[in-house]
């Protein structure tokens, strides 16, 4: 074996122990959304993880067909009808974009996702790409949420763990739903409250908990009032919806981005997580995802390891029927990156049923 082949593969059992690990301790990403009353619904999302996930930016073209995954009896297929743009996760998944009809959709670590007993009955799909599939083929929430139940959910595998999540969707018109596949069955919350996701434990634990320590009255909105900080999932939650009630009406869509990243919570780098082992680990806020479903500019601020910068991207103007990526975690990306991008297949390209031109 040469040299170079024996540092590949170090290189390799390395990541994957990183990887485990990281499944094993992180509980990560937030996700708000603001439907204003003049400037359209802005959606806010960070992710945060404890070793770099190495993300692209994906810009993918309609009329193309996947396979939703490897293995089962019936095994979800769909060829794209909308064009969008996908930030992805390890080369191998999508985690959040919206398309050109105005629906997005986000994936988040939940500890509790589990596919239950297999069903032959049921349509097979792999978490991985849960959020291409709803953004190739629905233009709204209440679309999206039709027939869910006959489809099965497959967790992810990659190095040795396995990656578990739950979704949320919004649209263009202010609607939002919240979808958990546990124990083999959809757990889904349809509405526009529904405005803020984090992590485990399930969706209606942090309602339960939302509703016992949030102000009762508007007068208990300041500094006086307490509010706990940490970086755990329940308390996020907790922080964020606090932060989100407080927005008032943006004067543009620039003011009202920021208004919506200014109120998304940010775990700061190195900060302690929780034991693993024996050991304390960490987890941070890699980058945050901010856009406006009319406008449909994706916006990303990257910070992490020796990257801090911020960029945006003009889908508009890559919406022509090619596909681009970037890669998203680049020091060189600033400004507007619109122009940057290379006209290449991204990573869905791996789950095509076509050929690949």
């Not at 990659?158 to 958990?180: M, N, R, V």
């Not at 507007?336 to 031109?357: C, H, L, P």
Request: proline letters at 2%; one cysteine or more.
């Amino acid at each position: 074996m040469t040299l170079l082949a024996k540092k590949s593969l170090v290189k390799i059992a390395v990541g994957a122990v990183l990887f485990t690990s990281a499944i094993s301790a992180v509980q990560a990403c937030s996700r708000l959304i603001w439907d204003t009353a003049e400037h359209g619904v802005f959606v806010s999302r960070t992710m945060d993880w404890m070793v770099e996930t190495h993300p692209t930016i994906d810009v993918r073209a309609k009329g193309i067909s996947y396979r939703g995954a490897e293995s089962g009896d019936k095994v979800m297929t769909w060829t794209s009808k909308y064009a969008s743009i996908l930030t992805t996760f390890y080369g191998k998944a999508g985690i959040d974009g919206f398309n050109e009809a105005g629906l997005a959709a986000n994936a988040l670590y939940l500890n509790e996702e589990s596919s239950g007993e297999y069903s032959a009955d049921k349509v097979q799909l792999e978490n991985s790409r849960v959020i291409p599939y709803f953004l190739d083929n629905f233009s709204s929430v209440k679309a999206a949420l039709v027939g869910l139940d006959d489809i099965q959910i497959q967790l992810f595998s990659d190095a040795g763990g396995k990656l578990k999540g739950h979704y949320s969707l919004q649209d263009s018109s202010g609607d939002s739903a919240i979808l958990e596949f546990i124990d083999g069955k959809w757990h889904i919350y349809h509405g526009a409250q529904y405005d803020v996701l984090t992590n485990s434990p399930e969706f209606s634990e942090h309602l339960k908990n939302w509703d016992a320590k949030k102000p009762t009255q508007q007068a208990q909105f300041s500094s006086e009032f307490p509010l706990a900080g940490n970086v755990g999932p329940g308390e996020r939650f907790v922080w964020n919806k606090y932060m989100l009630a407080q927005l008032q009406e943006p004067s543009s869509i620039i003011n009202g981005l920021a208004k919506i990243d200014s109120s998304t919570y940010k775990v700061p780098l190195d900060a302690a997580n929780r034991m693993v082992n024996g050991k304390m680990t960490g987890y941070a806020t890699q980058y945050t995802l901010t856009y406006n479903l009319e406008q449909r500019e994706l916006n990303m601020r990257y910070q992490y390891g020796d990257v801090y910068t911020q960029f945006k991207v003009d889908f508009n103007k890559l919406n022509d029927g090619k596909n681009y990526t970037l890669k998203a975690d680049e020091q060189s990306n600033v400004g507007d990156m619109t122009s940057q991008f290379k006209q290449q297949n991204g990573v869905m390209a791996q789950y095509r049923i076509n050929s690949i031109e």
